[in-house]
């Protein structure tokens, strides 16, 4: 996407980052030495100035843009060690022209900040700044205004730094849009888009990347999505020049079609585009015949392994309740299981029957296996079984994804016996059959095959929990 392949200059970061530290502190000083609320706001007031001294020779000018709507000002400085040109928008809305406001000031006090420390760290140097703030502007469904700032920002000529911010707000309004109003304020969509955002990076970065920092700066949090644009009917992701990839690949981008992401947005942002395929795949329903394979008790190093494989063989997917106490110590399986498409599900900390337990007992159970699954694949477990099949409406109150039981018991716990698997299954067999089995049984992998063998033959196709669940919706 972008061709900006300089290095960037890491060490004036690391001042700005003793500089904030020393304003901060210089503030809580202030703070903890100061009384009454007047003289802590005349001390801030007093530093801000200080701050922008050098910012008294800056001009404004005014120039329409393409949208009536919008005024573009042209703000410039000729000071001669730190020199800028910023573009920004002036809307009608009070609200997006102070939120834009209040960013030119931070964004100029960073740059201000950068040089003079870079100047104290190399006083026998000439250093000029230069600070560029580039400005996009795109319109969705004639309703919607994408503001893209690109910060070009540079402290010793050699070496520039290229972040962005934008804001997205109702041209009608003036309300600023929040990613968790775009995606219709649900946290499976932003799970959804998060997974896809991740692999296209993984893809497009290659070596580049960080991993690290690739994961957690798309793990489905609403603040790692805050750079978002909508232009020509698709939404951009923007990343900064070394936030999760070498500075060598550029700003890193995810550009994903409005007609792909339609399933997972508001009404109000949906593109009138049809798009063959979506983020959310649409499976054929009525056609085939499915059934819906589960493994309670896992992971087991060697049982699993071996069913994984298996499922691989045959292209079938299934459901994994996992317990808790046992991901810790088999996290690259849990991947790996993730990884290949099949579903992961909780099914407690260490197997209690949690009728018997307190409420509070019963969440501790949940949510250290929501914790240790989330550890393991950036991604909470989606269903939940029950041990023992045992629940009642106090427990499954306190449980918020679908608690899924079986329809299809194999017994294969009892009779410990690879030729009995199948014929538990095909005596029982019937459209959209959650069958019941356990991966810790090495008896249940080495039956397997055959059980997959005769779905195969019989037409069945191999699906997780939660389509199954869809379907009967
Ligand atoms: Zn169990």
């Known amino acids: 996407m972008n061709n900006d392949r300089q290095k960037k200059h890491r060490s004036w970061v690391d001042y700005v980052l003793v500089s904030s530290i020393f304003t901060l502190t210089v503030l809580i000083g202030i703070f903890i030495f100061t009384n009454g609320d007047s003289k802590f706001q005349s001390s801030i007031s007093a530093k801000t100035k200080g701050e922008i001294v050098n910012d008294t020779q800056k001009l404004l000018s005014e120039t329409k843009s393409e949208f009536e709507d919008i005024q573009i000002v042209t703000e410039t400085s000729e000071d001669p060690t730190m020199p800028y040109t910023l573009y920004y928008p002036k809307t009608k809305f009070e609200q997006v022209n102070k939120e834009i406001s209040q960013y030119i000031t931070k964004s100029k006090e960073n740059y201000f900040n950068a040089v003079r420390l870079y100047k104290n760290a190399h006083p026998d140097k000439d250093v000029v700044g230069k600070y560029q703030?580039?400005?996009?502007?795109?319109?969705?469904?004639?309703?919607?205004?994408?503001?893209?700032?690109?910060?070009?920002l540079t402290v010793d000529q050699a070496n520039y730094d290229i972040s962005y911010q934008t804001y997205i707000f109702n041209n009608h309004s003036g309300e600023l849009v929040s990613t968790y109003q775009l995606f219709n304020q649900k946290t499976e969509n932003l799970e959804v888009f998060s997974k896809y955002v991740k692999n296209q990076l993984t893809k497009n970065l290659g070596k580049n990347v960080y991993t690290d920092k690739l994961d957690s700066s798309t793990a489905p949090y609403w603040k790692n999505y805050k750079r978002l644009a909508i232009i020509n009917d698709r939404l951009v992701v923007y990343y900064n020049s070394?936030?999760?990839?070498?500075?060598?690949?550029g700003t890193p981008t995810v550009i994903v079609p409005?007609?792909?992401l339609n399933p997972i947005l508001a009404d109000s942002f949906r593109t009138s585009a049809i798009s063959t395929e979506?983020?959310?795949p649409v499976k054929p329903t009525g056609t085939g015949k499915r059934v819906a394979l589960t493994f309670d008790d896992g992971p087991h190093e060697k049982v699993t392994r071996q069913i994984l494989k298996t499922l691989n063989k045959y292209d079938a997917k299934?459901?994994?309740?996992?317990?808790?106490?046992?991901?810790?110590?088999n996290?690259?399986?849990v991947k790996d299981i993730?990884?290949?498409?099949?579903?992961?599900?909780?099914?407690?900390?260490?197997?209690?029957?949690?009728?018997?337990?307190?409420?509070?007992?019963?969440?501790?159970?949940?949510?250290?296996t929501?914790?240790?699954?989330?550890?393991?694949?950036?991604?909470?477990p989606t269903v939940f079984r029950p041990p023992y099949g045992a629940k009642n409406k106090r427990v499954t109150d306190l449980i918020d994804v679908p608690v899924v039981m079986w329809t299809i018991d194999t017994l294969d716990w009892k009779h410990r016996n690879a030729n009995k698997l199948l014929p538990m299954v095909k005596n029982n067999l019937h459209n959209n059959a959650i069958i019941l089995m356990h991966d810790i049984h090495q008896s249940t992998a080495d039956g397997l095959d055959s059980v997959l063998a005769y779905l195969q033959k019989e037409g069945y196709e191999c699906v997780t929990v939660s389509e199954i669940l869809a379907s009967q919706k």
């Open 133 to 152: 703030l580039f400005l996009d502007i795109h319109e969705h469904n004639n309703s919607y205004y994408s503001i893209v700032f690109k910060n070009k």
């Open 242 to 249: 070394g936030e999760i990839a070498d500075p060598s690949a």
């Open 258 to 260: 409005m007609s792909y």
């Open 278 to 280: 979506t983020i959310i």
């Open 318 to 329: 299934a459901t994994f309740f996992m317990v808790g106490r046992r991901v810790p110590n």
């Open 331 to 333: 996290t690259k399986l």
């Open 338 to 368: 993730y990884n290949s498409g099949h579903e992961i599900g909780n099914h407690t900390w260490n197997h209690p029957k949690l009728t018997s337990l307190t409420s509070k007992q019963v969440m501790s159970q949940l949510d250290s």
């Open 370 to 380: 929501d914790d240790a699954i989330y550890k393991a694949i950036g991604q909470y």
